[in-house]
């Protein structure tokens, strides 16, 4: 514990105290005529509030020994680790743990949760489980005009799926697989497939080429080069979006933890809540989104 | 040499990017408020445009990295 830190503690502790007092003060008050409360009651346990924060935080750094120094290591590719020879990233190995805490929870769940549903009285998980599935049933329906493919709706809700538990490894501390570029990727790749198997499954390869050429067949032996490279530029643009908004997150939180420093204990909790949860939930849907614009794009079968 | 090139990467990107999103909201907002039983179509639509010119701006990001994380001729 070095002197400043002391004289932190003694501050944070004196204003501690005087919020308390105040507090205790204020709290015989009764409201007055309007209803509200009086004003001093609120700075003081706003008061209290803080430098009790302060004081946990002061108390987990001197705990912890790190001192409140900006320091931020980025990397662009994830560290690697020796695993029985085999040279392996390690948000391979997150992912591949995600993978298997995602197949355990579902087979739990098909187990247990939906042997009990019933069609007269849905409850709880049931319910829960329905809106999620409905979701993204209207999203493919809303999406794909015409053909509707069957194993779509799976594809997409399991994508949606471990995107979602690769963002929650975040809330752990561990590198997101989703902030690596080969992962990110080798997602768009699978859209690249669906894309080309529905394609062809639905229009035959003469079909799939039709649909690459446009509707005037004069122009088609220009076109359809032209189409190819754009094609092969949709898994590259998916994948590095992906990257870049998951990479962007896991950088905005590091900052937000070095610069906070030792006292990093309440807020990147909270402001992680955004950056782990609901950004990469925006970003799950635009994932979906997109691979389900690139799949009917390459269905639809213009006449000419 | 390498953080000046980044920095004017991604000044140009999120210029142009935040342009592009201002345009696409006040765009929505106007249809909105013209036909609001169009709204949730309308924000799909508008979300969706958001995460396209967004991307713009996060493709610039991700060369503005690896430009100042690699070592480079002048660092």
């Known amino acids: ?304 | 040499m390498n953080f000046i090139a980044a920095a004017i990467i991604m000044f140009a990107a999120s210029l142009g990017a935040g342009f592009g999103m201002c345009f696409a909201t006040s765009k929505a907002v106007d249809a909105a408020a013209r036909q609001p039983e169009a709204a949730s179509k309308i924000q799909t639509i508008l979300l969706l445009g958001c995460a396209l010119a967004e991307s713009t701006a996060i493709y610039a990001f991700v060369v503005a990295l690896i430009i100042a994380t690699s070592g480079g001729p002048a660092a």
């Not at chain 1, 933890?257 to 925006?282: D, M, R």
């Open chain 1, 1 to 304: 514990m070095t002197k400043t830190q002391i004289i932190e503690a003694a501050v944070a502790a004196v204003v501690l105290a005087a919020c308390l007092v105040l507090y205790i003060l204020n709290a015989k008050k009764p409201p007055d005529e309007n209803g509200k409360k009086p004003k001093g009651k609120k700075f003081a346990f706003l008061g209290m509030l803080v430098s009790g924060w302060f004081l946990v935080g002061l108390f987990i750094t001197v705990l912890s020994g790190k001192t409140g120094k900006l320091h931020i290591a980025f990397e662009m590719f994830s560290e690697r680790v020796d695993v029985f020879g085999v040279s392996l990233a390690k948000t391979t190995l997150t992912g591949a743990g995600v993978l298997i805490v995602l197949i355990l929870l579902l087979v739990v769940l098909r187990l247990t949760v939906i042997r009990k549903f019933s069609v007269d009285e849905p409850k709880g998980a049931q319910l829960a489980l329905e809106t999620v599935v409905d979701f993204i049933d209207n999203m493919v329906r809303g999406n794909i005009h015409g053909y509707q493919p069957k194993a779509l709706q799976p594809f997409m809700l399991s994508i949606a799926l471990y995107m979602f538990g690769c963002a929650l490894s975040e809330l752990f501390g561990l590198r997101a697989p989703t902030s690596d570029l080969t992962f990110t990727f080798a997602l768009g790749l699978t859209t690249f497939v669906s894309m080309n198997v529905y394609g062809i499954k639905k229009n035959g390869v003469g079909g799939r080429l039709k649909n690459m050429g446009g509707a005037v067949p004069a122009m088609r032996p220009l076109m359809i080069p032209l189409k190819a490279v754009s094609d092969i530029s949709i898994p590259v643009s998916l994948g590095a979006r992906l990257f870049g908004n998951m990479l962007g997150g896991m950088l905005v939180m590091d900052l937000l933890k070095g610069v906070l420093g030792g006292y990093a204990s309440g807020l990147p909790a909270i402001a992680g809540l955004w950056f782990n949860l609901a950004h990469p939930g925006i970003q799950i849907y635009i994932f979906v989104t997109l691979s389900l614009t690139f799949i009917n794009e390459a269905m639809e079968l213009e006449e000419a």
